[in-house]
């Protein structure tokens, strides 16, 4: 039985990357493998783990209710991260790991960073049951990113946010990228998938693709008053 039900887990994986993942424009054959590898009805509530595969977000219940971003977002995110061997990377709103799960076979290693304590302790969980030790869980306001960890290559945001990024910038070593979906309010209906990269102090943005995720309410711009 448990035979069966790896081998019907594989052959989703497959299917959501053919179908799902390589007709988004990600040609790129080693995020495509990670997708294929990495078996995300662990990372989702089970509830949820008939839509494992799907093309939707995924609700996850806890103090700090999260949505898991669409597989092909995600995956459309790491491959225009670039992400090399030998790099450092930080998942902010990591949640229960997945980001982190499908990095950890692309880089030197991987920093999970989220607010919510259950979350974080659900990817150490999920870190180990799939033998990642490059990939590591912390708990820290998301803001402020993960200091002692860093500096990092690649940081990516695995959320909605309107660009409040603040100490991440800082946590970049030269050169390095921060992807993430920006919208004008929490909530909106559709962002834009955003890379900025650091250059002597600056931080150039660029836009990527049309993209929508659940929103991280630590990456929020104040309340404008209008008079």
């Known amino acids: 039985m448990q035979n069966q039900q790896f081998a019907a887990s594989a052959a989703l994986r497959e299917t959501m990357v053919e179908r799902q993942i390589r007709t988004f424009d990600v040609p790129d054959l080693g995020v495509q493998a990670r997708m294929k590898a990495v078996p995300r009805e662990i990372f989702v509530d089970p509830a949820q783990a008939g839509l494992a595969y799907s093309d939707a977000r995924l609700p ?16 459309r995110l790491l491959k225009d991260a670039q992400l090399r061997e030998g790099e450092r990377v930080l998942v902010v709103a990591g949640a229960t790991g997945y980001a982190a799960a499908l990095i950890a076979g692309l880089v030197a290693s991987v920093v999970s960073l989220d607010v919510d304590e259950s979350f974080a302790a659900r990817a150490k969980a999920n870190f180990e049951t799939l033998g990642l030790t490059n990939a590591k869980s912390v708990v820290g306001p998301l803001a402020l990113g993960a200091p002692g960890e ?39 209906r559709v962002g834009k998938a955003t890379l900025f990269k650091r250059g002597g102090g600056a931080f150039s943005p660029r836009a990527l693709f049309d993209a929508s995720a659940g929103a991280i309410p630590a990456f929020s711009k104040p309340p404008e008053f209008v008079f």
């Not at 949505?67 to 092909?72: D, F, H, K, S, W």
């Not at 959320?159 to 991440?168: D, I, P, R």
């Open 60 to 75: 996850l219940a806890s103090q700090t209710p999260r949505e898991m971003t669409a597989p092909l977002i995600l995956a």
């Open 150 to 188: 860093g500096p990092f290559d690649v940081i990516i945001v695995d959320g909605e946010t309107q660009g409040e990024f603040g100490a991440l910038f800082d946590q970049l070593t030269e050169n390095g990228r921060l992807l993430a979906i920006i919208s004008e309010r929490p909530g909106a």
